[in-house]
């Protein structure tokens, strides 16, 4: 008795992991048929990010496409600042860990600024650098 129940409980946890995997698996394919319009994109589990010409569209992975999409140019765009733990911080002097975002704040003070979620630093780093030249 004692077996079937740990059998049964480490299925069920089989399982749930394989749904999990093919979930994720999901976002990413459908990831990479909308990146493929763009110059350049990015794919993490927080936000996908692209670049096309001097627009810059970004939203949430799904399992059929990206969703919550927002598009922007780069001529409204002021600044472009990394920020980790709510704070800007220098391209030069990245820390080691902290929740990291894209900020851009644009050339209009009524609109208000936008905040793209990476999971990685160094990742953030490197678009804030690649879309800076971009400006």
């Known amino acids: 008795m004692e077996r079937g129940l740990l059998w049964t409980s480490l299925l069920i946890v089989f399982i749930w992991l394989a749904w999990l995997g093919w979930n994720e698996y999901q976002k990413v394919e459908a990831y990479r048929l ?26 949430k992975p799904a399992r059929s496409a990206p969703v919550d999409l927002k598009t922007f140019s780069l001529k409204d765009v002021r600044d472009i600042h990394l920020v980790v ?30 905040r793209v979620p990476f999971t990685e630093i160094p990742l953030a780093a490197k678009w804030a650098k690649y879309l800076q030249q971009a400006l």
Not at 34 to 59: P, Q, R
Not at 95 to 112: C, H, I, N, R, Y
């Open 34 to 59: 909308w990146a493929e319009k763009f110059e350049n994109a990015k794919y993490d589990i927080y936000s996908v990010l692209a670049k096309n010409g001097t627009n810059i569209t970004w939203g």
């Open 85 to 114: 733990n709510d704070k800007v911080v220098s391209l030069d002097a990245l820390p080691s860990k902290g929740e990291s975002a894209l900020e851009f704040v644009f050339k209009d003070p009524t609109t208000q600024a936008v």
